[in-house]
Every structure is written in structure tokens, then in C-alpha cells.
């Protein structure tokens, strides 16, 4: 199973501060996602990213959020200006290779609190 | 939209026992992924299955597909107090964007 690895793990921020949250993927894959899951409600879908652009965006992938892969290998989720509702638990997945069979893979998430 | 629904909601067994767990959707799919999540953890894929199958097998995991019926179930046999943990169903939307319900939580008493 791929490894997806993110950092922070955990990470409080003042109400309007930018929040930058990575993702590392062990192996080379072409898809990624971005998901978030707010304390006790459902997995969100937010945005998916495919040969470096997005392919995909839920409603709640506003303009306070970006995601790019700088260097080829990180995956990064931006929010410009942190809201209190933003809080959530963040998750990166991968998409697994062909033989697999679009198996989508999770990170651990990165916890944000924004107070 | 597009989304799974697990049904029961929560569910309480002793270890040792069979858990099963159901899954509904809206509309056809390519393939159906099942996730295990502990509280406050990651999702752990747990299994795969294509629409082409009608069941797969995984360790003590056994799932079953039924298209027509756009339904899934998700068998848990002999389980241990580990499996304690909510389990989601996702089926597939445009990209392969998944979608998620609200699980079943799964307490295996020891």
C-alpha cells in the first residue's frame, strides 16, 4: 500500500493567518485529492489535482483555498485567511497505480484548529 | 449526489461474532471502496471491489456487490475488539471523487 504522509499533524492558528498543509506521497502518482472532515461529521470531498492542475473542486473549495505541488513531489493545501469554521481534520489520498483499480489511498490527516 | 449510506448506524457485538454492514448508493458505479476509520485516525482502505464482481474476500473481510440493487455489504467475521471503529462505504463519483456517509460504528465488546 502507498505510503501518504502529511505534516503537520496537528496545528493551531489564529482566525485570518494563512494555513499551508502537505502531503507526501511515497511514489509517483498522478492523482491527488484533498479532503476534510470537521469533528463528528462526514469526509468532505475538497478539490482533485491531476497532471498538475485541478480536475475537480467542491463548493466548499472557495477562493480561500490552493493547491499546487511546488517541487514534484510535495502536495500542498493553502488557506489564505483561516476562518473559525475552517477547523477540521484535513486528509490527502493518492490514487493507487492501474493494477490497483483507482484504489484511493489516505494520509493520517492534519488536524487544524483555528481559534 | 452521489454518496453512500451505511446502514445500521452503530452497531454492538461481542468479540467473536459476525459484523455485517450495508451500503446503499444512487447511481451506477465502476467500483466501490470500503474505509475503516478509528476516532480521530485516517481512513484505511480496506477493500476494493469492481461492479463486474459479485464478492471479494479480504482476511476476515468479506464484501459483496449487488448492482441491480445498488448495494454493497460489508462482512466482518470473527471480530476481535480491534475492529472497534466506524466503517464507510464510498462509491465513486465523476474523477473518482469519493463520497462518504456517516458510517456504521462498529463496538466489538470484549
Known amino acids: 500500500e502507498p505510503e501518504v504522509t502529511q505534516t503537520p499533524s496537528h496545528q493551531v492558528t489564529q482566525m485570518g493567518q494563512e494555513v499551508i498543509l502537505r502531503c507526501v506521497p511515497i511514489s509517483n502518482h498522478l492523482y491527488f485529492y484533498w479532503y476534510r472532515q470537521i469533528l463528528g461529521q462526514k469526509v468532505e470531498f475538497l478539490v482533485s489535482f491531476y497532471n498538475n492542475e485541478i480536475s475537480e473542486k467542491s463548493e466548499i473549495f472557495d477562493d480561500q483555498f490552493s493547491v499546487e505541488r511546488p517541487d514534484g513531489s510535495n502536495f500542498t493545501l493553502k488557506i489564505r485567511s483561516t476562518k473559525l469554521e475552517d477547523s477540521a481534520m484535513y486528509f490527502c489520498a493518492i490514487e493507487g497505480t492501474e493494477s490497483s483499480g483507482n484504489t484511493i489511498y489516505f494520509g493520517e490527516g492534519s488536524w487544524l484548529t483555528v481559534v | 449526489s452521489q454518496q453512500g449510506e451505511e446502514d445500521p448506524q452503530a452497531l454492538s457485538i461481542q468479540e467473536g461474532e459476525n459484523a455485517t454492514m450495508n451500503c446503499s448508493y444512487k447511481?451506477?458505479?465502476?467500483?466501490l471502496q470500503w474505509y475503516r476509520q478509528n476516532s480521530g485516525r485516517g481512513l484505511v482502505h480496506l477493500i476494493l471491489i469492481r461492479s463486474n464482481e459479485r464478492e471479494k474476500h479480504s482476511g476476515r473481510l468479506r464484501v459483496t456487490l449487488d448492482t441491480s440493487k445498488k448495494s454493497s455489504s460489508l462482512l466482518i467475521t470473527a471480530s476481535r475488539a480491534a475492529d472497534t471503529a466506524s466503517y464507510f462505504c464510498a462509491p465513486p463519483q465523476a474523477g473518482n471523487m469519493l463520497t462518504f456517509g456517516g458510517g456504521t460504528r462498529l463496538m466489538v465488546k470484549p
Open positions: 447511481t451506477s458505479i465502476n467500483n
